[in-house]
């Protein structure tokens, strides 16, 4: 595949900075800052193997993109972290950015893959 010629405005990128650079207050905040530099690396990478190989770590690593906290907080963020995730797979099926979109159609009907189905039943696990 072909590197990208395109290049992301700084305006793009610079919102989601204040996220990376604050200082963690709780524990349930820890997966958003996770998050925030993943998908700003997958918004700047240059490549679409570079995309494919960041995007992979959302199954690989997926404990590390959840939130465990048994309290409401602990549930709405993980609520917004499996939102924000979707829109990341969304993101990963625009042919711009992934190395072959249509990979990631087999991928995610598998369980623990992308790691929706581990963070799901972690989720209801912790709310029983």
Known sequence: MAEHACTTPPRVTEPRTH????PI???????????????RALIICETGADFTA??????????????????PVGHRVQLMLEV??????ALADLSEFAEDPLS???IDGID??????????????AAA
């Open 112 to 125: 623990g893959i992308d790691g929706t189905d581990d963070q799901r039943a972690m989720t209801a696990t």
């Open 25 to 39: 207050s709780r524990d349930a905040d820890k997966p958003f800052q996770r998050i925030s530099l993943l998908t």
């Open 54 to 71: 960041l995007y992979a770590l959302l199954g690989s690593h997926g404990h590390f993109f959840a939130c465990f906290e048994n309290d």
């Open 19 to 22: 996220f990376t650079h604050t």
């Open 104 to 106: 990631f159609d087999g």
């Open 84 to 89: 924000h995730q979707d829109h990341l797979r």
